[in-house]
């Protein structure tokens, strides 16, 4: 079904059915989408990836400049990690299940009419998302590591006990053999990162792989997604990366708060991110 905002974009629930619901084995994981359509005829696809535990209703910060350039913009509900339908411990700690949707989603929009070229764009969690779709890869040795607890998992605010609830859900399960996995998606040209999470957890070697151009804009006083652990590994492996901090003082939740504490730093990276993209899929 498509619910059509007067304002807002079309939302639209899909289902894969090559994964399960976490809440209903058995059934096809959901994917929600929010498609932001440009007035003319368009320059292309960009999908966006929320962050830890929001929504991809969150992000018309960031697809409003991109639908403003030409874009059409396509938000993605990762199940399990968005608030619209609550938590699950394994959208927390199954990150590798995110580029994933970006893939189903590109395959689904796909086969209903030409994406034209394709980038992703993503905020924290998200950004890892979509250096995932450009060849970043997760390192399954780190990942056992913190599901042991050998190494320490970094706080989620939105759910603090996430470890104990996966190990109470799923009993002695540990690192599923496609954590690791080589998710490119060869439609992808371009990746844009916002505060991006998880480059501790990513591999160097993949990273030195990324083909295609990766923009990054960090929050220069972020405690969730620090700079020289989740940020510097992106910058520093990829060969065509480069950023710029979007302020000394500006912290992660200004991307999403309702009351930020620098009201410009997301209408900054949202041009920014329009400008990008308009360079890398013209």
């Not at 990513?202 to 997604?225: F, H, K, Q």
């Not at 979007?246 to 912290?251: D, E």
Request: aromatic share 8%; charged share 20%.
């Amino acid at each position: 079904m498509t619910i059509h905002g007067d304002d807002g974009p079309d939302v639209r629930v899909l289902f894969d059915g090559t994964r399960e619901d976490y809440r209903e084995p058995g059934r096809p994981r959901p994917v929600r989408v929010y498609v932001w359509e440009p007035a003319g005829a368009g320059a292309g696809t960009v999908v966006v990836s929320h962050g830890t535990g929001g929504s991809g209703a969150d992000m018309g910060w960031l697809a409003a400049p991109l639908r403003a350039a030409g874009f059409r913009a396509v938000a993605v509900d990762h199940h399990g990690n968005n608030h619209v339908d609550g938590y699950e411990p394994e959208g927390f700690v199954h990150v590798w299940e995110r580029p994933r949707d970006v893939s189903f989603v590109l395959d689904r929009l796909g086969a209903e009419r030409p994406l034209g070229p394709v980038g992703v764009a993503g905020f924290s969690a998200g950004g890892y998302t979509a250096a995932a779709t450009a060849g970043a890869r997760l390192d399954p040795a780190l990942l056992e590591a913190v599901l042991t607890g050998a190494v320490p998992l970094p706080a989620i605010p939105e759910f603090p006990d996430v470890l104990d609830a996966l190990r109470a859900k799923r009993p002695g399960e540990g690192v599923p053999g496609g954590a690791g996995d080589d998710l490119t998606d060869p439609r992808v040209r371009a990746v844009f990162q916002v505060a991006p999470g998880l480059g501790g957890l990513v591999t160097p070697e993949s990273l030195a792989r990324v083909r295609v151009p990766v923009g990054v804009r960090w929050a220069g006083a972020d405690d969730i997604c620090p700079y020289d652990s989740d940020v510097r590994p992106y910058l520093e492996h990829v060969p065509a990366a480069s950023g710029v901090s979007v302020g000394p003082a500006v912290r992660h939740d200004d991307f999403f708060a309702e009351e930020p504490a620098d009201p410009t730093a997301r209408v900054r990276v949202g041009e920014a991110a329009a400008a990008f993209f308009a360079a890398h899929l013209g």
